[in-house]
């Protein structure tokens, strides 16, 4: 038989599988750009590196999905289809200029590698065992973003007033300038980021999730909830790029120290 058409039929073959199993799985899709960038270290952020090291208009080249903060740690970030929005401390939700700094996010530009059609949770510790599970199949190694659209019975997120100089670590910072928001009956998007555990010097190991109401009225970094019922879709990601920062508080910070209970304490 002819080599070329041989090799056809295994093509299609295979996407046949992946057709067949895609419903609450990865498929098979080469075309992705499986590229996780960050904007500094959490670890750095946590010492109270504040200052903005990239714009919002760089940051979107990078991504259209993502979480982070701005300047000062002025609110929570939430990246959705490639807009850049903030969570204010006074509990509004803003688009943000191109012209806004960054100190500090995670972004991918979002390709669907696996989805899981009916997802239903009864708190947050419910979910990311699930969403632990999920990647359990496919590699806890790999880095992931998942987008996880549904109804939530309650919510409660977290944002924070924005920070004057000097700088204090951000333990301190959530201690007195948390602000923190419970509503009911919400519906709307999680963006679920997840670094395996030997990126934990660069980022959190685990999972990290901000949330935003269909509405575009409600926000912020994710607490907790009861009673999540909807869908995700999953991105696998094998590439990581960052960017740091050049001032000289960066250059001489000292990173010895153990960030993990800190970084704990206030996710």
Do not use: C
């Not at 080599?3 to 057709?19: D, E």
């Not at 509503?183 to 990290?208: I, K, R, S």
């Not at 960052?242 to 010895?256: A, H, Y």
Request: glycine residues 8%; without cysteine.
């Amino acid at each position: 038989m002819n080599k070329k058409i041989v090799f056809a039929l295994v093509i299609m073959g295979l996407l046949a599988i992946s057709a067949a199993n895609a419903q609450n799985s990865l498929i098979l899709n080469n075309n992705n750009d499986d590229s996780m960038y960050q904007v500094s270290l959490l670890q750095a952020f946590m010492h109270g590196e504040y200052d903005g090291v990239v714009k919002v208009g760089d940051l979107k080249k990078h991504g259209d999905i993502g979480l982070g903060t701005f300047e000062g740690v002025n609110g929570e970030m939430i990246v959705l289809d490639g807009v850049v929005y903030q969570a204010a401390a006074d509990g509004s939700i803003n688009v943000m200029k191109d012209d806004e700094k960054i100190p500090f996010a995670t972004v991918t530009k979002f390709d669907e590698d696996g989805n899981i059609t009916n997802i239903t949770a009864s708190n947050f510790d419910d979910l990311t065992g699930q969403l632990n599970k999920t990647i359990e199949e496919y590699g806890t190694n790999n880095m992931y973003v998942i987008k996880i659209k549904g109804d939530f019975s309650n919510l409660t997120v977290r944002s924070v007033e924005k920070q004057e100089k000097p700088y204090k670590e951000f333990t301190d910072v959530a201690a007195v300038s948390q602000k923190v928001f419970n509503h009911t009956d919400q519906t709307g998007t999680l963006v679920a980021v997840y670094f395996p555990e030997y990126m934990n010097e660069l980022n959190m190991h685990g999972w990290h999730l901000h949330f935003l109401s269909d509405d575009k009225t409600i926000g912020g970094h994710v607490l907790g909830f009861n009673n999540l019922k909807g869908s995700a879709q999953i991105d696998e990601i094998h590439e990581f790029n960052m960017i740091l920062p050049t001032d000289d508080s960066f250059k001489t910070m000292n990173f010895t120290e153990d960030m993990s209970n800190k970084i704990s304490s206030v996710e």
